[in-house]
């Protein structure tokens, strides 16, 4: 694909109570991103691929007011901390590409739970990005929104596409690893799995991912060996998904995942995200796998665990997932949709 160098186009007839509305949806990731190379600019230190879900979207509303400072309110609470920062660090990044200097009022609602590693962040910056530079008058294209997404959150920028994305690390620093590291759907989507989501825990993780692939790039001795494996997996990964072989998309996500716990658990000091809860689900999946069924785990930056299988069997998937204990919730996702404006808004 060529890349075009104008990606940027500002609309300069933008006033106060400009507004736009973005939905966007979490992507799971089936080679994982687990630490950056430049942490402003958020480049990662490997590529990465994803699946788009259709569950769990995030609606964003961003409106440009007048007054002092940004308005942040997250699932109906007035967002302040560091919460409320990450926001109007992102909002100063679309202000100074857009040359305005107007606060905005941000309303978002995220519908699947929030912080418990299952890709908020993913969903709630790829909305974010969409309605702010639509709402400042940013004329973006994907590619470009994908750029910006991925500064409020790495994860995010897959989520601007729907379906299989491959997210670049792109190649250099500064402006040359900024231009060359976006995401870009790569088809496949005859392969068409299931992905049910065992959720055992609603809780926000006590450890940020953020703060645990510092720590994890900074002191795992595993680390290099996960990231250099991760980058043969994104290759193995795009082939399999290419000859639609669920079996050898499974184990590679499978591996990958618990590669990057190991490389967690090294880590000084350690990191676990994965709880009994989760290693009970683990166990389910290896006795469906003892019967049969072509089910593989994979596992974010908390307990939950995500569950790929053909569609064929998802129910008797989620059902034996269930069964683990009352304390398991399952939801079962497709491929998603990528990011869209919805119309209505003033622009
Ligand atoms: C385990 O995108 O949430 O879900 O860029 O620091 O905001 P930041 O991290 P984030 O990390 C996601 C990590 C992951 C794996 C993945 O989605 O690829």
């Not at 307990?303 to 079962?332: H, K, M, Q, S, W």
């Amino acid at each position: 694909m060529t890349f075009t160098p104008v990606e940027l186009e500002v609309d300069t007839r933008v006033e106060i109570g400009s507004e736009a509305v973005a939905v966007a949806h979490p992507n799971i990731a089936l080679v994982k991103y687990w630490g950056k190379r430049d942490e402003t600019l958020a480049l990662p230190v490997t590529g990465s691929l994803s699946m788009t879900l259709d569950i769990y979207p995030t609606t964003t509303t961003v409106r440009l007011i007048e007054g002092p400072s940004d308005v942040v309110e997250l699932n109906g609470s007035t967002a302040t901390g560091a919460s409320y920062a990450r926001v109007a660090r992102f909002l100063d990044l679309i202000r100074a590409r857009s040359g305005r200097s107007e606060h905005a009022l941000v309303v978002s609602a995220n519908t699947g739970p929030t912080g418990a590693g299952l890709a908020s962040s993913a969903s709630g910056f790829a909305a974010l990005a969409g309605a702010a530079a639509a709402a400042y008058g940013l004329g973006a294209d994907a590619r470009a929104l994908s750029r910006l997404a991925r500064r409020g959150s790495g994860s995010a920028s897959r989520s601007i596409f729907g379906g299989f994305v491959v997210w670049h690390a792109g190649e250099g620093e500064g402006e040359a690893g900024d231009l060359s590291s976006y995401a870009e759907p790569i088809g496949g989507e005859a392969l068409d799995p299931a992905l049910i989501v065992a959720v055992t825990d609603h809780q926000e993780k006590a450890v940020s991912s953020r703060e645990a692939m510092r720590r994890t790039c900074a002191s795992s001795p595993l680390y290099p060996g996960w990231a250099g494996d991760s980058a043969l997996a994104l290759d193995e990964m795009r082939k399999a998904i290419e000859r639609r072989d669920l079996p050898a998309v499974g184990e590679i996500a499978e591996r990958n995942a618990l590669g990057m716990h190991a490389s967690m658990l090294m880590a000084r000091p350690p990191i676990r995200y994965l709880s009994p809860q989760s290693i009970a689900v683990l166990d389910a999946v290896l006795a469906l796998r003892a019967d049969g069924i072509a089910a593989y785990a994979t596992i974010d930056a908390g307990p939950n665990v995500t569950v790929l299988c053909a569609r064929a069997d998802e129910d008797r998937v989620a059902a034996t997932l269930r069964a683990v204990g009352d304390f398991v919730d399952t939801r079962t996702a497709h491929l998603g949709p990528g990011a869209t404006l919805v119309p209505g808004g003033d622009r």
